[in-house]
């Protein structure tokens, strides 16, 4: 079975940016940031070395790719899932929301680039992919990731007290945000 990513029409175009599905040729880019002390801080896992990163990569179904000038400048996740339900109607729920995480390279910070790429993400999950919800988690401590969240009118839904277990600083607080299809439509008009 295909991702739902491939249910989206690719490549995205935002104002500045490229969105589009991850090839196996990307890997070499993404482990250039990815492999950064400053970046692996607050990312799910370290980048230790290029074949370990593909292999996480995998097939890339969850996986997106920001370009800007030609230049891959950041990945995306997004993991289509089923939501929470009652035996009796979890086919209702299938699919229908989606978490998404986000890895850009520093040298491309303070642009706004990160808003714009999260900003077309949304549209398309809630458009093209017809999601009604979308989640995104974060150590607290990664204020540039939370505070970008919060740009785009996800919710605070969660502060969960030392939840996520850090490499280095032992168990920390995580927040989780989210936002509806209709909270986004509502903002888009």
Same mark, same amino acid.
């Given at each position: 079975?295909? /991702?739902?990513?491939?249910?989206?029409?690719?490549?995205?175009?935002?104002?500045?940016?490229?969105?589009?599905?991850?090839?196996?040729? &990307?890997?070499?880019?993404?482990?250039?940031?990815?492999?950064?002390?400053?970046?692996?801080?607050?990312?799910?896992?370290?980048?230790?070395? !290029?074949? /370990?990163?593909?292999?996480?990569?995998?097939?890339?179904?969850?996986?997106? !790719?920001?370009?800007?000038?030609?230049?891959?400048?950041?990945?995306?996740?997004?993991?289509?899932?089923?939501?929470?339900?009652?035996?009796?109607?979890?086919?209702?729920?299938?699919?229908?929301?989606?978490?998404?995480?986000?890895?850009?390279?520093?040298?491309?910070? %303070?642009?706004?680039?990160?808003?714009?790429?999260?900003?077309?993400?949304?549209?398309?999950?809630?458009?093209?992919? %017809?999601?009604?919800?979308?989640?995104?988690?974060?150590?607290?401590?990664?204020?540039?990731?939370?505070?970008?969240?919060?740009?785009? %009118?996800?919710?605070?839904?969660?502060?969960?007290?030392? &939840?996520?277990?850090?490499?280095?600083? %032992?168990?920390? &607080?995580g927040y989780v945000y989210a936002l509806l299809a209709e909270e986004w439509r509502a903002q888009a008009l």
């Open positions: 079975m295909g /991702s739902r990513l491939d249910d989206a029409d690719w490549p995205v175009r935002t104002e500045r940016l490229v969105l589009r599905r991850f090839a196996d040729g &990307d890997v070499p880019r993404i482990f250039a940031f990815r492999s950064r002390a400053d970046v692996a801080e607050w990312i799910g896992g370290l980048a230790t070395d !290029i074949d /370990s990163l593909a292999e996480r990569f995998g097939d890339g179904a969850t996986a997106v !790719i920001v370009e800007h000038d030609g230049q891959l400048i950041g990945d995306l996740m997004v993991k289509v899932q089923d939501a929470y339900a009652q035996r009796e109607v979890t086919e209702h729920a299938e699919a229908t929301e989606a978490e998404l995480g986000w890895v850009f390279d520093p040298a491309h910070h %303070g642009q706004g680039l990160a808003t714009e790429a999260i900003r077309a993400l949304l549209r398309i999950c809630f458009e093209d992919l %017809g999601l009604r919800r979308v989640v995104a988690m974060c150590f607290t401590a990664n204020e540039p990731s939370w505070r970008l969240m919060e740009r785009l %009118g996800m919710r605070r839904e969660a502060h969960n007290v030392k &939840d996520s277990l850090h490499r280095d600083h %032992g168990w920390q &607080d």
